[in-house]
């Protein structure tokens, strides 16, 4: 079953890693998610907000491989119009097989031709996501049309549950190993998981995606799984207090494009 | 059977109208699992979707909900679902209480939750498998044999009808629209811990005044859990004040914030 698929996604993310000698990063993440669904480029954009209660979500490209998907990625923030503009606001994959044909281009009359100028025909947007919050996006490009085949479209979403997990990471300066991010990965589909989360944002009044990052920190810290601590927060045996705060989070959710590491965006992994 | 003609035929007519402008799964997939209920006279009924790690996630359910999402859980190790979700076919255990040498984790787990009978319905169309009906029966028996075969005709409904978007629309819609499914599942999850913290209640009760604002206000489930966790509505208690002055959620002054308490009195105006 898919099981495999998403056990072959961390473990190419934890093999690119190793041959750096480096732990796993979101950078890792995006490499070999680019790798694996063989993308002309991959590129992991964090989500902020232009200001509360509207809908004016902007996204900036973080860590791009492959030039040109990095370029396409900024310019549909600049545009304010392409499918991963879509998926951050719909909280929804946007998948689009033919930039080329005239249903992409009426949906994104600027950013479509623009992308088919450029040698890019497909486009699968992936918002990066608990539940409704926002911590970013994963754009997939290709140079063919056509759309994702069934299991590189399960393993495109496991890389962004697992760019989630070492979104939230990085942030709080957690540096876990391979299977404790599987662990993680796997537990934030479990709903008593979210349920603590929901509890956590309103004891600490944090934004969901700052609660569900305390929750972790709170779990590594003590060397716990999330889903232990999930349920002790659930059944109030566990409260967490402002010292599981993690260390940077942004005012509205997600990470801001300022304290996140690596800072310049877009910056290329692999020069093209 | 108990279901009259006309109950089944509008519950059918319920299931295929997916192709609205407005159409939003959850709902639809909470419909389902309502008229399971009523027409299949069970105890409970959940619906399970498979997500892209291969885990069946609960989605939608009948009242039940509680009891429902912990046995959700337990089918991804064993249980009647997982079989009939992996094998394309129904799975039923009439009577629990003998024990079921292929699920003991599930059977503990059903029996706890006070489930004496389960039937487990695929959701699939050919080879394209979506998840499971999950029936329970509080008390022991098999389960009719015309009801198992109406049950099975509205997952297969439910499914046409959410697989029909998809051939309408692209072969992408489909993969999108699960998707949408689960994260809004996790948003009223969310949304459930926040209240159950904010109005110091259990998260089943949580999920009941969701559920109740949501109807009063006419509103979806999932619209409202999204207002929540995004802090666009007041969670206060207004016939409490010590705890309403302890509860105003992050006071960034939003201009729109609705009180969820008020849902009740909105409705005696009317």
Known sequence: MEQAGSVGVWTAIVALARSEGAPASLRHAVLACAQS????????????????GTAGIRGEPLLACGAIAGEL??????????????????????????????????????????????????MFAFPVTAGTALIGGLGVYRAQAGSLPRQELANALVFADAMLVLALDQQSGIVPDVDDLHDTALATRRAHVHQATGMVAAQLNLPMADALAALRAHAYARGLRLSE???????RRVRLSA??????????????PDDADPPAPPSSIVPD | MAATDRQVREAFIELTDT??????????????????????????????????????????????EARVLELSQVQNSEGPCLDAFTMGVPVQRGDLGDGDPRWPAFTAAAQAAGFSAVQALPMRLREERLGALN????????????????????????????LHQRTLARQEVLAEQLQVALTSRIAIEQAKGFLAERLGIDVDAAFGVLRR????????????AADIVEGRLDVGR?????????????GRGHRDRVPLCSARTRRDWT
Not at chain 1, 229 to 235: K, L, N, Q, R
Request: with cysteine.
């Open chain 2, 135 to 162: 029936l329970l029966n509080a008390a022991p028996g098999p389960f009719d044999s015309d009801a198992v075969a109406l049950g099975q005709a509205l997952a297969d409904a439910a499914t046409i009808g959410i």
């Open chain 1, 37 to 52: 669904l063989g993308a002309a480029g991959a590129v992991f954009s964090m989500a902020y907000r232009l200001s509360v």
């Open chain 2, 238 to 250: 207004p016939q409490l004040p010590d705890v309403a002055t302890g509860v105003r959620p992050r």
């Open chain 1, 73 to 122: 990625e900024e310019l549909q923030f600049t545009l304010g119009e392409g499918p991963g503009v879509d998926a951050a606001a719909g909280r929804s994959p946007v998948l689009v097989p033919d930039l080329a044909d005239a249903s992409a281009r009426g949906r994104w009359p600027a950013f479509a031709p623009a992308a088919v100028d450029h040698g890019i025909r497909a």
């Open chain 1, 229 to 235: 601590v999930a349920a002790d927060v659930v059944a």
């Open chain 1, 243 to 256: 010292g599981d705060m993690p260390p940077s989070h942004a005012p509205q959710g997600g990470i801001s």
């Open chain 2, 213 to 224: 604002y949501a109807r009063a206000n006419n509103r979806r489930l999932t619209a409202v």
């Open chain 2, 19 to 64: 192709l609205v402008s407005d159409f939003d799964i959850i709902d639809f997939l909470g419909r389902l699992a309502t008229r399971c209920t009523e027409l299949l006279r069970v105890t409970a009924c959940g619906v399970l979707l498979a997500d892209h790690h291969g885990q069946l996630t609960l989605v939608a359910a009948s009242t039940e």
